[in-house]
């Protein structure tokens, strides 16, 4: 038997899920405290993760990665009505998950974020476009002014490759909030 390729795998999990970088935000810190921290929990950091940078400081494309990650809501749609177009059968979301849906991400949105729950539809272009397997939100240009003034003190960590050391994402996990790059 011939061995044509050789694969090193870190865990089980990075044959089912692949493998992932990681973002992680910090609020309500300078990036000096955040290196502080980031030295007494994990002395070796730099192996595996960028400078933290304010979100201000970030060029426009990591800054559009970022609001895209941070700010976005996903869901899925799972329950479909079927209609016949004339010619071919199309799958659509049932009306009562439309619903669910729309007061999830309002909620979400309101939550998380602390946006007037009546603005909350004009932050996305897409606002009513349910015609996919899954909704994700567009931001308008309105969503992203919005989201970039409330981001604009956040301090982003990125890891450099993919898979950084689990231990040491749940360590900093306690001082960040976590987001799998997927």
């Known amino acids: 038997?011939?061995?044509?390729?050789?694969?090193?795998?870190?865990?089980?999990?990075?044959?089912?899920?692949?493998?992932?970088?990681?973002?992680?935000?910090?609020?309500?810190?300078?990036?000096?405290?955040?290196?502080?921290?980031?030295?007494?929990?994990?002395?070796?950091?730099?192996?595996?993760?960028q400078e933290p940078i304010l979100f201000k400081n970030m060029s426009k494309e990591d800054?559009?990665?970022?609001?895209?990650?941070?700010?976005?809501?996903?869901?899925?749609?799972?329950?479909?009505?079927?209609?016949?177009?004339?010619?071919?059968?199309?799958?659509?979301?049932?009306?009562?998950?439309?619903?669910?849906?729309?007061?999830?991400?309002?909620?979400?949105?309101?939550?998380?974020?602390?946006?007037?729950?009546?603005?909350?539809h004009s932050l996305f272009d897409n606002w009513g476009d349910y015609n996919n397997d899954y909704f994700h939100l567009h931001l308008s240009s309105k969503g992203y002014d919005v989201f970039s003034k409330k981001f604009e003190n956040d301090i982003a960590l990125w890891s450099l490759d993919e898979n950084p050391n689990f231990e040491y994402q749940e360590k900093i996990e306690d001082y960040a909030e976590r987001y799998h790059l997927g």
């Open 1 to 49: 038997m011939r061995i044509l390729f050789r694969f090193n795998i870190q865990s089980y999990s990075d044959i089912i899920t692949n493998s992932s970088s990681e973002l992680f935000v910090f609020k309500n810190n300078s990036v000096e405290e955040v290196i502080n921290i980031l030295n007494t929990i994990y002395p070796d950091w730099r192996s595996e993760y």
């Open 63 to 120: 800054q559009d990665c970022y609001i895209g990650w941070v700010a976005s809501y996903y869901n899925w749609f799972t329950n479909y009505s079927y209609y016949y177009n004339g010619t071919s059968w199309v799958r659509k979301p049932k009306k009562e998950q439309i619903e669910a849906f729309e007061h999830d991400v309002i909620e979400h949105y309101h939550k998380k974020f602390d946006i007037d729950n009546k603005d909350i």
